[in-house]
């Protein structure tokens, strides 16, 4: 069992920065491929980035890539989200997720567990 809980997001202009962070309780954490969604009103879940076990390989959505950064601390079981450069099209609550498969995947119902979602809204 892996319980999530994102925090970090808020309101900025488009161009700032925020940093998500997503704090898993469970021992097996470390094996979990970790993702991070989004979802805007209306529109479906979206798979923004993610990283397997080892966070030696992590995989963007090609909307955010080059200014998003997914990262991983095995050891104080957290994972994170910088985001740069926002945009108003960034606007959504923002989703941590784990994995048990060996891969990242960006199908949501791939995932095994989901923390509450944290909200960010980006204003132009």
């Known amino acids: 069992q892996v319980q999530l809980v994102e925090s970090g997001g808020g309101s900025v202009q488009a161009g700032d920065s925020l940093r998500l962070s997503c704090a898993a309780s469970?021992?097996?954490?470390?094996?979990?491929?970790m993702g991070w969604f989004r979802q805007a009103p209306g529109k479906e879940r979206e798979f923004v980035a993610g990283l397997k076990w080892s966070g030696s390989s992590t995989y963007y959505v090609d909307s955010v890539k080059g200014r998003f950064t997914v990262s991983r601390d095995n050891a104080k079981n957290m994972v994170y989200l910088q985001m740069n450069s926002l945009k108003p099209d960034d606007t959504a609550v923002y989703y941590c997720a784990a994995s048990k498969l060996m891969v990242v995947t960006s199908t949501p119902r791939n995932y095994d567990y989901w923390g509450q979602g944290t909200q960010v809204t980006v204003s132009s």
């Open positions: 469970g021992r097996a954490f470390s094996s979990y491929a």
